[in-house]
């Protein structure tokens, strides 16, 4: 049982270049979330899913873009990706009480 | 849109002090309230889960209360430790469709040896 797996742990985008993040759970949780977090800043929610073949957009969701094919992954896609998008991306899932959160991926663009 | 606040930003006490960490939220139609641990370049350890109904839950060493007709919850700390030193954020799921997690900015506490 590993919990929540991200993927990569750092990166270092040019600008305008694309990624996937990936992110994995093996606790079969319907709720999934990516969050990023800004130096000295809270977390905010970029998009989150309730089940496979759902997805919602979040606070801050322009930028990025989620699928959810399966209840095990969630993957995170920057197109274009801009300087505003340096930070720590988090994923995140949901049983019934309480979240478990990845490690992050450390993302910088340059 | 609900905001949580978190005060102070930044606290720093003497080991073996008892300490309270405060969280604010402006919408009490709250699920369950959740403390949690970071320390730096790290990732998320969660602490303690509230449900709505409940007032408290402890684990060890840390206990955290929640009064959702004022918007409050505290997290205590007794006989503080150097390895207590991190940042505590506390984040509040909303009810059943706004399944959402909304976290504050967090308070950077640390324990002077």
């Known amino acids: 049982n590993a919990g929540v797996t991200q993927t990569p742990k750092f990166r270092i985008l040019k600008i305008g270049q694309s990624m996937t993040l990936q992110c994995t759970q093996d606790?079969?949780?319907?709720?999934m979330y990516w969050y990023r977090q800004d130096p000295g800043m809270g977390l905010k929610l970029i998009y989150y899913s309730v089940g496979a073949g759902i997805t919602d957009k979040g606070e801050v969701p322009n930028g990025y873009n989620v699928s959810r094919s399966t209840t095990e992954d969630f993957p995170l896609r920057l197109e274009l990706a801009a300087p505003s998008q340096t930070s720590v991306y988090f994923c995140?899932?949901?049983?019934?009480?309480?979240?478990?959160f990845g490690s992050g991926t450390r993302l910088t663009v340059v | 849109k609900q905001e949580v606040t978190q005060i102070p930003a930044a606290l720093s006490v003497p080991e073996g002090e008892n300490l309270v960490l405060n969280c604010s939220f402006t919408?009490?139609?709250?699920?369950?309230l959740q403390w949690f641990r970071q320390d730096p370049g790290k990732g998320l350890t969660s602490l303690l889960l509230?449900?709505?109904?409940?007032r408290e839950q402890t684990s060890g060493r840390l206990n955290a209360s929640l009064d959702k007709s004022s918007g409050r919850s505290t997290l205590y700390i007794a006989a503080s430790q150097p390895g207590d030193s991190a940042t505590y954020l506390c984040?509040?799921?909303?009810?059943?469709?706004?399944?959402?997690?909304?976290f504050g900015t967090g308070t950077r506490l640390t324990i002077i040896p």
């Open positions: 509230i449900q709505s109904s409940q």
């Open positions: 995140a899932s949901m049983p019934n009480y309480g979240y478990t």
């Open positions: 606790m079969n949780h319907n709720y």
């Open positions: 919408d009490s139609a709250i699920y369950n």
């Open positions: 984040a509040v799921f909303g009810s059943f469709g706004n399944e959402k997690l909304t």
